[in-house]
């Protein structure tokens, strides 16, 4: 039986995945392939060390290089993370005519651009489904299975972190910080969840479906980012009586110019942030540490997929996918039978003052007459209509009250520049509170 070599960098939690994967379900691949997947050689950087799953002593090296020299590698599986050294064990492999496989969002969505084009050079593939959404097949779904269709729109839940945190937030009232201490006891969460809770892990996650959605060539940079370390639980109090369900949303879609925009490509919007969304939407039912990523495309209209977006086995499961898909195309002498993304973009991003959507403004401000009446005229005058007002007293009567609007379509500058406006009248007590409202 003709045999497909492959080289494993980094071991940890998908490394071990992936090889219990290959093991355990080793009869089932070979059938469906026709070939064996052989794992020749393991790169680690503590030899030594004792890991959950067991290595044979033959299989591990301290050397990536020894990955590269191996001429019975024919596939690299880059598992070791980061944007430098990662960079560099694909790029030499890729030299070397080698096909990769990864699971980095972050090397794919800052220096994929480099990488696909020394791929188209050389000939060969790198597949990337674990990059993103874990074991979910959102990158196979949108570069294969939606080919013949023109999407619209994406909005995905694609950091269980923090939709573990705003479950818990949400379900139990609890506050961030104890929410965000039970994600790190369970494990969801890295002793530094920097890049989770700022939003940027869904940034890199967005990159890269932005680009197989659409052919976006975006960075995170690019995309409006905002965390969710300013929500408290009377947001999703709030939310609740206005039939809205919290949510981290990565959204990217196509929208229509505006009335004196240039002609020019498709547009798009692209941005990650806290979002209301109705509590009958699919969306609204992903708890816990899942992911989800809802779809509109002309032909198929919605769709959603659904699974767990981390972990040893989730990840693994996508991981090892590409390596048998890739070693079909080794069998078959038919590599770049997927083509890679477009070298150049196909649509432009717009700028997110001319963002537009439906926005959730929580103020605190003084209880005394008029003061509705002046936020609401502030808003008018920039365009502003609002749809729905809820004020509540305090129990004494006296100090802050909090006031909450909740308006209709607007233009992400003009809302901008009225929350400016209200936060320096002598009314209003603590900066206001916006959080963006997505239909869906």
Not at 248 to 257: D, F, I, K, S, T
Request: proline share 5%.
């Amino acid at each position: 039986m003709r045999e497909v070599g492959i080289g494993i960098a980094g071991f940890g939690t998908v490394g071990g995945g992936v090889l219990s994967i290959l093991e355990n379900h080793a009869r089932e691949i070979e059938a469906r392939l026709g070939a064996r997947i052989v794992v020749r050689r393991v790169a680690v950087r503590d030899v030594a060390k004792e890991r959950a799953v067991a290595l044979h002593p033959g299989l591990v090296t301290p050397r990536l290089s020894d990955l590269l020299d191996d001429r019975e590698v024919e596939v690299v599986v880059e598992l070791i993370g980061g944007t430098t050294e990662a960079f560099d064990l694909v790029a030499g492999a890729l030299r070397r005519g080698k096909h990769v496989v990864t699971a980095n969002k972050a090397l794919i969505a800052a220096r994929g651009d480099e990488l696909f084009r020394l791929a188209a050079e050389k000939g060969v593939d790198v597949y990337y489904e674990g990059a993103v959404c874990g074991g979910i097949p959102i990158i196979r779904t949108l570069r294969e299975a939606l080919a013949s269709d023109r999407i619209q729109a994406l909005h995905g839940i694609v950091n269980g972190t923090t939709n573990f945190i705003l479950t818990a937030m949400s379900e139990n009232g609890e506050p961030l910080a104890q929410a965000l201490a039970e994600a790190q006891r369970l494990g969801y969460a890295e002793a530094d969840p920097t890049l989770d809770v700022s939003g940027g892990d869904a940034a890199q996650k967005l990159c890269i479906l932005a680009q197989l959605a659409f052919g976006a060539r975006l960075r995170p940079e690019d995309v409006l980012t905002e965390g969710i370390m300013q929500l408290e639980p009377a947001d999703f109090a709030w939310g609740r009586g206005f039939g809205y369900a919290l949510k981290l949303l990565a959204v990217a879609c196509r929208v229509e110019r505006a009335e004196g925009e240039v002609p020019g490509p498709d547009l798009i919007e692209a941005r990650v942030h806290p979002a209301f969304i109705p509590q009958a939407s699919l969306l609204a039912g992903v708890r816990g540490a899942m992911n989800a990523v809802q779809l509109r495309s002309d032909a198929l209209g919605p769709s959603m997929l659904f699974g767990q977006g981390a972990g040893a086995l989730p990840t693994g499961s996508a991981v090892v996918a590409d390596i048998i898909d890739l070693s079909r195309n080794i069998v078959a002498s038919s590599p770049g039978r997927v083509p890679l993304p477009p070298s150049t973009p196909r649509v432009q991003l717009r700028s997110h003052d001319e963002i537009r959507c439906g926005y959730y403004l929580r103020f605190s401000v003084k209880d005394v007459p008029g003061v509705l009446a002046r936020i609401a005229n502030t808003l008018a005058d920039r365009r502003i209509s609002i749809a729905a007002v809820e004020q509540r007293d305090q129990a004494d009567g006296g100090g802050a009250v909090p006031l909450v609007i909740v308006t209709h379509r607007a233009r992400e500058a003009d809302m901008r520049g009225a929350i400016a406006a209200i936060d320096r009248f002598d009314t209003t007590v603590a900066p206001s509170r916006l959080i963006r409202i997505e239909e869906l």
